[in-house]
C-alpha cells in the first residue's frame, strides 16, 4: 500500500489524537500523587481507547476474510489498519506510565506489543517503496501465482527453439550433400555433415545440462546464466557455430534466460514484500487474545 495524498486527512487526525493525548497526559503525570497507575480513572480511559484502537486495527483481517460485508471500502480499511494501529501504540503507552508493567502478562504483552508495532511500521516502509522497485527491475511481472506455470511454459518454448535450431541444421545438412553430390565431392560432404551434426549435439547438450535445469530450479544462483554477460558469452560461443540465419533463435533463448532471472527477482521481491507478516499477524491476534485477559484480570482482581 503506497502511502499518498488519499492518507492525508487520516495522517491528521491521528496527529491531533496524538497531540491531544500527549497534552493530557503532561499534567495527569505530573499532578497525581500516586504516581500514574494503570488502575486509575485517566489510565483506563487510555486503556480504553488504545483497546478499542487495537480492536479496530485487528478487523481488518475479518474485513479480508469476509468480503461480501459492505462496510466500507477495503482501501479505507487499509488506512485506518495503518494509522488507527499506530496511534494505539502510545495510547497504550500512556496508559502503562511508559513501563513494562510488574507481571509477567503485562511484560509479555508489552513484548508482543514492540513485535506488532515495529513489523508494522517496517511493513508499511516496505510496502510503500518495493512496489515501485518492483515496477522498475521486474517490467516482465506476471501474477505471482502463475510464475511456476509460466516457468514451464518458456521450459517447452525453449525446447521447441532447440528443436527448430536442430532441424534446421539438419536441413542444412542435407542440402550441402545434396550440393557435394552434383560437384561430385562426396569426401568432403562427409566431413561437413559430421561438423554439422557435432554443432547440433552441442546445441542439445547445452539446452540439457545448463538452460534447463536453470529454468526449472529454484535455487540457481551457481549457474552460469544467473549473470547476464556470462549468459550473453555462453549464446555468442553458440552462435559462431551456425549460420548467421539461426542466430535470431538464440536470441530468443537469452531473452528466455532474461526472462526467468526476472521472475525470480519478483519471486524475491514479493516474499519481501510480505514476509514482514510472519511476524505482524500471530503476534496481532496473540495481542488481542491476551489483551482481552488481562483486561478481565484486572478489573476483576
Known sequence: MIIDQ??????????????????????YALLSVSGVSGGSIAGLIYAGVGS?????????????KYRIWRVGRATWWMRGHLWVGFLSFPFILFHA????????????????????????????AIQHFVPKVMTERVPLETIYDQIDRVLGQLVDEAALIVSDIGAAIE??????????????????????????????????????SQMKPFLIARQFRKSLLSDPGQASTAFQQLKVLVPPALWPKFDDLENICEEKRELERQRRLHKFLHGWLLFHIP???GLLLLGAVHAVVALRY
Open 283 to 285: 503476534a496481532s491476534y
Open 52 to 64: 478499542a484502537m487495537m480492536v479496530f486495527a485487528g478487523l481488518l483481517g475479518a474485513r479480508k
Open 171 to 208: 536441413y542444412e545438412m542435407e542440402r550441402d550433400d545434396a550440393d557435394e553430390q552434383l560437384l561430385q565431392a562426396p569426401e568432403k560432404g562427409k566431413t561437413g555433415a559430421v561438423a554439422d551434426d557435432r554443432v547440433s549435439k552441442k546445441v542439445t547438450s547445452f539446452f540439457e
Open 97 to 124: 506510565g511508559f513501563r513494562l508493567g510488574n507481571g509477567a502478562l503485562t511484560r509479555v504483552l508489552m513484548a508482543l506489543f514492540l513485535v506488532v508495532f515495529i513489523s508494522g511500521v517496517l511493513g508499511a
Open 6 to 27: 488519499s492518507h492525508r486527512a487520516w495522517f491528521l487526525w491521528s496527529l491531533i489524537f496524538l497531540l491531544l493525548g500527549g497534552v493530557l497526559y503532561i499534567p
